[in-house]
């Protein structure tokens, strides 16, 4: 009878506290100074965190709510044709779960459906990642990030990606996390991941949908990652050449014009040939296939075996360069720093010399390395290709601008005393170059192997790390301190 009681008065509680909900914090935004307002919004985002990860538990307790005992049978009346094409099931919820959910949050179907099948992927797949938007500490459009690429992964697997990942996925933006999460899936789970990709090849389609924009729409195919690299690196050479010539256009107008055109008049042989230059990142184990550990190209993860297949195909496992295009071979420490690049003649010539202080003998002297500072403004040939391919995109924290499109930019202004060395540069897109240069009270600071810091003129610093670099390894915790000799205790005892 207490047990009913208290359970009368818990319902009871809850259901004043569902009437009565807790008055929302909001301070006198003109009163604060532009450090607490930098806070507040940092507090600010912790909550919608939170509140993230509160309706993921409301709408799994929705569901639980929701069972499927009273679904019609298959073969019964009112049955679900196989004709139809539902939205996917949750396991042991109503079919028509999410039809209730959409009107409770007054959204679409697909959005319902979506919200859905994202607070199942936290329970089932990420708890941890769950855990973190509850706490505050990992915001909703991350942890969406890794609900993206791991949903539909073996949960085991999804939750080996998510322990390796979540330390390090506030400092990444939401395509350089979905990116890294990829990767680690790629490496755990190899011969899965190919087999999806097969799959995926098969589904694969060309599609069309609605933009935003009025009178525009977007077409979109789903190709293998190197195939995409390829079609977009031609695109986008394409429409840089018509900029090169004089067309005032915006250049994604351009690559949008290039495009239609070389699907609607592929006879058109009056275009320049061009070649597409394809970065592949790779360590020497993958190539080799003694490792499954996943390579790029153009930024775009993909398997060791589409690694093997592509640089088959461009001879690279001769090796030799593709005619028309270019091989940069990145030389790295153990922990993924950028140490030297070099083209293929460059090390060909370097492995017939030798060192030049021995007259080519094996002394160990080192003939790569990193590019020497040029006592000018302009970066050398060697140090572009040294800065581009350390960085790989813009540096900016919240940036992943491809590389194609940055600038070699002098940390400590030139102008300022700043010299032109590869510590003293870093990839900036033309956006952020111009914040950096003309946007007050802003710092930039970079360490001698490419960790970027930047603070904001609040306060609030944020620090990116080249793509190559692993972070590193986590403090252990001091051990516990010994417990104290009650005997040695002073007096009075």
């Given at each position: 009878?207490?047990?009913?009681?208290?359970?009368l008065?818990?319902?009871?509680?809850?259901?004043?506290?569902?009437?009565?909900?807790?008055?929302f914090?909001?301070?006198?935004?003109?009163?604060?100074?532009?450090?607490?307002?930098?806070?507040?919004?940092?507090?600010?985002?912790?909550?919608?965190?939170?509140?993230?990860?509160?309706?993921?538990?409301?709408?799994?307790?929705?569901?639980?709510?929701?069972?499927?005992?009273?679904d019609?049978?298959?073969g019964?009346?009112?049955?679900?044709a196989?004709?139809?094409?539902?939205?996917?099931?949750?396991?042991?919820?109503s079919?028509?779960?999410?039809?209730?959910?959409?009107?409770?949050?007054?959204?679409?179907?697909?959005?319902?459906?979506?919200?859905?099948?994202?607070?199942w992927?936290?329970?089932?797949?990420?708890?941890?990642?769950?855990?973190?938007?509850?706490?505050?500490?990992?915001?909703?459009?991350?942890?969406?990030?890794?609900?993206?690429?791991?949903?539909h992964?073996?949960?085991?697997?999804?939750?080996?990606?998510?322990?390796?990942?979540?330390?390090?996925?506030?400092?990444?933006?939401?395509?350089?996390?979905?990116?890294?999460?990829?990767e680690?899936l790629?490496?755990?789970?190899?011969?899965?991941?190919?087999?999806?990709?097969?799959?995926?090849?098969?589904?694969?389609?060309?599609?069309?949908?609605?933009?935003?924009?009025?009178?525009?729409?977007?077409?979109?195919?789903?190709?293998?990652?190197?195939?995409?690299?390829?079609?977009?690196?031609?695109?986008?050479?394409l429409?840089?050449?018509?900029?090169?010539?004089?067309d005032?256009?915006p250049?994604?107008?351009?690559?949008?014009?290039?495009?239609a055109?070389?699907?609607?008049?592929?006879?058109?042989e009056?275009?320049?040939?061009?070649?597409?230059?394809?970065?592949?990142?790779?360590?020497?184990?993958?190539?080799a296939?003694r490792?499954?550990?996943?390579?790029e190209?153009?930024?775009?993860?993909?398997?060791?075996?589409?690694?093997?297949?592509?640089l088959?195909?461009?001879?690279?496992l001769?090796?030799?360069?593709?005619?028309?295009?270019?091989?940069?071979?990145?030389?790295?420490?153990?922990?993924?720093t950028l140490?030297?690049?070099?083209?293929?003649?460059?090390?060909?010539?370097?492995?017939?010399?030798?060192c030049?202080?021995?007259?080519?003998?094996?002394?160990?002297?080192?003939?790569?390395?990193?590019?020497?500072q040029?006592?000018?403004?302009?970066?050398?040939?060697?140090?572009?290709?040294?800065v581009?391919?350390?960085?790989?995109?813009?540096?900016?924290?919240?940036?992943?601008?491809?590389v194609?499109?940055?600038?070699?930019?002098?940390v400590?202004?030139h102008?300022?005393?700043?010299?032109?060395?590869?510590?003293?540069l870093?990839?900036?897109?033309?956006?952020?170059?111009?914040?950096?240069?003309?946007?007050?009270?802003?710092g930039?600071r970079?360490?001698?192997?490419?960790?970027?810091?930047?603070?904001?003129?609040?306060?609030?610093?944020?620090?990116?790390?080249p793509?190559?670099?692993?972070?590193?390894?986590?403090?252990?915790?001091?051990?516990p301190?010994?417990?104290?000799d009650?005997?040695?205790?002073?007096?009075?005892f």
């Amino acid at each position: 009878m207490e047990e009913v009681a208290g359970s009368l008065v818990e319902r009871a509680l809850a259901g004043w506290l569902v009437e009565r909900p807790a008055p929302f914090r909001r301070l006198p935004v003109a009163l604060l100074s532009r450090e607490q307002k930098a806070a507040e919004l940092q507090r600010l985002q912790a909550l919608k965190a939170r509140t993230a990860a509160y309706e993921a538990e409301l709408i799994l307790g929705l569901a639980d709510d929701s069972p499927d005992d009273d679904d019609p049978a298959p073969g019964t009346p009112g049955a679900r044709a196989r004709s139809w094409k539902p939205d996917p099931e949750l396991p042991g919820v109503s079919e028509f779960f999410t039809a209730e959910l959409a009107m409770v949050l007054n959204c679409g179907r697909l959005s319902a459906s979506q919200r859905a099948h994202r607070a199942w992927t936290y329970r089932t797949h990420l708890p941890a990642t769950w855990a973190a938007m509850s706490a505050g500490e990992l915001d909703e459009v991350r942890a969406m990030a890794l609900v993206d690429v791991l949903q539909h992964t073996d949960p085991a697997v999804a939750r080996a990606v998510e322990s390796r990942v979540l330390p390090e996925a506030s400092q990444l933006n939401g395509g350089k996390l979905k990116k890294r999460v990829l990767e680690l899936l790629l490496e755990l789970d190899a011969e899965a991941a190919d087999r999806r990709r097969a799959q995926a090849r098969r589904r694969s389609d060309v599609r069309i949908y609605p933009s935003p924009q009025e009178g525009m729409a977007t077409i979109a195919a789903d190709l293998p990652a190197d195939v995409a690299a390829a079609c977009h690196a031609l695109v986008d050479e394409l429409a840089r050449m018509l900029k090169a010539d004089g067309d005032g256009r915006p250049i994604g107008e351009l690559r949008t014009a290039v495009f239609a055109d070389l699907l609607q008049r592929p006879w058109d042989e009056s275009r320049p040939p061009v070649t597409a230059h394809l970065q592949i990142i790779a360590t020497l184990a993958s190539l080799a296939g003694r490792s499954d550990e996943a390579g790029e190209v153009n930024g775009l993860p993909i398997t060791a075996a589409q690694l093997r297949e592509l640089l088959e195909q461009l001879d690279a496992l001769g090796v030799r360069t593709p005619e028309g295009g270019s091989v940069t071979l990145a030389l790295a420490d153990e922990d993924g720093t950028l140490r030297a690049t070099s083209t293929l003649d460059q090390l060909r010539r370097l492995a017939r010399r030798g060192c030049p202080e021995h007259s080519g003998a094996d002394c160990g002297c080192a003939v790569l390395d990193r590019p020497e500072q040029v006592d000018r403004y302009e970066p050398s040939t060697a140090q572009h290709r040294f800065v581009r391919t350390r960085d790989r995109t813009c540096r900016f924290p919240t940036c992943g601008q491809r590389v194609g499109w940055a600038d070699a930019d002098h940390v400590v202004p030139h102008a300022h005393g700043g010299v032109t060395d590869c510590a003293n540069l870093c990839c900036l897109c033309r956006s952020h170059h111009r914040l950096k240069t003309f946007a007050r009270g802003w710092g930039f600071r970079m360490s001698p192997d490419g960790v970027l810091t930047v603070t904001t003129p609040s306060g609030i610093t944020r620090t990116t790390r080249p793509p190559g670099m692993r972070p590193p390894p986590p403090t252990p915790d001091p051990p516990p301190a010994e417990p104290e000799d009650p005997d040695d205790d002073p007096p009075p005892f």
